[in-house]
Structures are given as C-alpha cells and as structure tokens.
C-alpha cells in the first residue's frame, strides 16, 4: 500500500519562506500526478496545489497564486511544494496525497472536490506568526 511523507514544515514570520517536500518508498512518481492539501485549525481540509502528470498546467488555489511553486525532482522521487510570502492564514498542517479513482486529480481538487483522494501521510505542519 503506498504512502506519502511529508516533510520540510516548521515556524516562520510573515513573507517567510519554506519548501514542503512528498515522497514515497513504494511508487515511482515520475509523471505522477500529486496533490498538495492544508488543513487549519478548526476548518475543513482544502486544495492548495496539484502537479499533473503529463505536461499540463499545475493547479493552484486562489488564495496561493504567485506565492506557491509546486515542482517534481525525478531522480528524488519527490514532489516539492515551494512556498513563499508566507501568511499566518497558511498555518495548518500540509498533506499531499493521489487519486484513487483513475481520474485527473488537478481537474478534480480544482473543481472543490476532496473525496476519491489516499495515501496521506501524517502532515507536517506549518505555523507562520504574525
């Protein structure tokens, strides 16, 4: 059964900077596609980023535009998540998790829809104080 790992959360000020790392030990994810999730406290996990697995477009939600990188490193099996202009709103823990469904994840996490998606991690957290 596969499962993602997250790394690379930690404490930060406002306009800090930090880049979350999903990897995995039991799938190539070479033209994968992998999506980025947060959860706050208190609120519903939502979308933040997804890498397509063919050359299309990456997905980003609104509220990181500009702000967020999401990127592929083959040779590390890893998908990166860089993230900068960092705001306290960004705190919350960060997943990355794939489809379950055979479907196109970036079309479906861009549509608002968080079911059909597996293989989470335990998260890393990110706080930004103010």
Do not use: H
């Not at 999730?37 to 939600?61: H, L, M, T, W």
């Not at 099996?77 to 970036?106: F, H, W």
């Amino acid at each position: 059964q596969v499962q993602l790992v997250e790394s690379g959360g930690g404490l930060v000020q406002t306009g800090g900077s930090l880049r979350l790392a999903c990897t995995t030990s039991t799938l190539a994810l070479d033209n994968y596609p992998i999506v980025w999730f947060r959860q706050a406290p208190g609120k519903e996990r939502e979308g933040v980023s997804c890498i397509p697995g063919r050359d299309d477009n990456p997905y980003y939600a609104d509220f990181v535009k500009g702000r967020f990188t999401i990127s592929r490193d083959n040779a590390k099996n890893t998908i990166y998540l860089r993230m900068n202009s960092l705001q306290p709103e960004d705190t919350g823990v960060y997943y990355c998790a794939k489809d379950l469904l055979g479907r196109e994840p970036c079309k479906v996490v861009a549509g608002g829809s968080l079911v059909g998606f597996g293989s989470w991690g335990q998260g890393t957290q990110v706080t930004v104080s103010s």
